[in-house]
């Protein structure tokens, strides 16, 4: 079982930064990949980036490559996601999930509740 819980989300000017935590407990957490996905009202969740449980395979979604980065922590069970020069299409609230590194939802098993991002233009 592993518990989920992000922080760091906000408001922020278009061309600003923010860097999302996600705190992480259970005894396994290093042996699942992390992603983090977004829901923007009316939207489907997507994809953003994920993470193998080494860190040695890294994935973008094509409209945050170069300005996200995604990073983890496996000894202080943490998980990050560096957002710089966020445009406003970024708005939305940010999730963390565990399970095999894919790009769908049903990748994932464990979800955290999310944290809201908004970007002002």
């Known amino acids: 079982q592993v518990q989920l819980v992000e922080s760091g989300g906000g408001l922020v000017q278009a061309g600003g930064s923010l860097r999302l935590s996600c705190a992480a407990s259970?005894?396994?957490?290093?042996?699942?990949?992390m992603g983090w996905f977004r829901q923007a009202p009316g939207q489907e969740r997507e994809f953003v980036a994920a993470?193998?449980?080494?860190?040695?395979?890294?994935y973008y979604r094509n409209s945050v490559k170069g300005r996200f980065t995604i990073s983890r922590d496996n000894a202080k069970n943490l998980v990050y996601l560096q957002m710089d020069s966020l445009k406003p299409e970024d708005t939305a609230v940010y999730y963390c999930?565990?399970?095999?590194?894919?790009?769908?939802?049903?990748?994932?098993?464990?979800w955290g509740q999310g944290t809201q991002v908004t970007v002002s233009s």
């Open positions: 999930a565990a399970g095999s590194a894919g790009v769908v939802t049903t990748d994932y098993v464990y």
């Open positions: 259970g005894r396994t957490f290093s042996s699942y990949a």
């Open positions: 993470i193998t449980w080494t860190g040695s395979k890294i």
